[in-house]
């Protein structure tokens, strides 16, 4: 049994996958389907490290941002202020220079600068077009699907192992809510539960791999256009089910490109 835990297909795919199911489908009624992004994630970091605080690592920060943002976005769905978008996304900008901060200080002041300035842009955009979507369940489970398969395997490429199984939790949680969604043929309720911790998640592990791992930067373009793939035009009259496949198609092309580019840059070494 401990042989089968340790499988990295399983904490970082299956385990991740079936949690997130159970708690969409149980949480339903709450109009809290959206935790099960963070209950997949929770799972994953459960079997794959710990819940430690200290020492606070910056992966460990990682963790508990996300895990903060899904108990925040709780009350934030009670409260509908026109500035929490730009809030969010201010806040979330300087997350992503706490969490970068001792690679950060390795460098000279003008890099780290330049480089602090750019974590803060990729993970400020992600928040901030991930929350746009934050009332369209459809659009949003299929942004954080791409994002998460996307970014998980472009870091475990580029040499991220325990980085790469939480983005690819966060996929694996996001395929769950979009599964329900499409055998039942009807909507799951989304708000900020699902989005934010979303996008903080991709977002962090993209910057902190690029920083301390052979990620090129460029390899992060692709996946900022996924929230904005997930936007484009489709008919929201067609069945639940379509709308599902078309834009999972859509913003899954976007993630390929991430993998791609992390996969001319480093071959199948990490394997």
């Known amino acids: 049994m401990h042989a089968l835990l340790t499988h990295p297909a399983i904490q970082a795919v299956l ?46 920060k990682i963790i508990w941002l996300c895990l903060a943002s899904g108990l925040l976005a709780i009350p934030l769905g009670l409260f509908n202020w026109s500035l ?28 780290a600068l330049q480089w602090g300035t750019g974590c803060a842009l990729y993970v400020g955009w992600l928040v901030f077009w991930m929350d746009g979507l934050h009332e369209s369940p459809i659009r949003a489970g299929s942004a954080a699907l791409a994002l998460g398969l996307g970014s998980g395997a472009a870091l475990l490429i580029a040499g991220s192992a325990l ?12 395929a769950a809510y979009l599964f ?37 930067w460029y390899a992060l373009a692709p996946l900022a256009l996924i929230p904005l793939a997930a936007r484009l035009p489709i008919s929201e009259q067609s ?17 390929l490109g991430a993998v791609y580019i992390s996969w001319h840059r480093n071959g199948w070494a990490a394997f």
């Open 84 to 111: 929490w978008r730009s809030v969010l996304t201010v806040l979330a900008a300087a997350a992503s220079v706490w969490v970068a901060q001792r690679a950060l200080l390795l460098q000279p002041t003008a890099v």
């Open 163 to 174: 980085l790469g199984k939480y983005d690819l939790a966060i996929g694996s949680a996001a």
């Open 15 to 60: 385990a991740p996958f079936l949690i997130a199911l159970l708690t969409a489908e149980l949480l339903q009624r709450l109009r809290l389907s959206g935790l099960a992004i963070v209950a997949g994630f929770a799972i994953t970091v459960y079997l794959a490290s710990s819940f430690a605080f200290t020492p606070l690592s910056d992966t460990r």
């Open 180 to 216: 329900i969604m499409f055998v039942s043929n009807s909507f799951l309720p989304c708000g900020r539960v699902l989005t934010l911790p979303t996008a903080l998640v991709a977002g962090l592990s993209g910057s902190l791999a690029v920083l301390t791992v052979k990620l090129p």
């Open 239 to 255: 069945p639940v089910w379509v709308q599902t496949t078309l834009l999972s198609s859509l913003t899954i092309l976007c993630a």
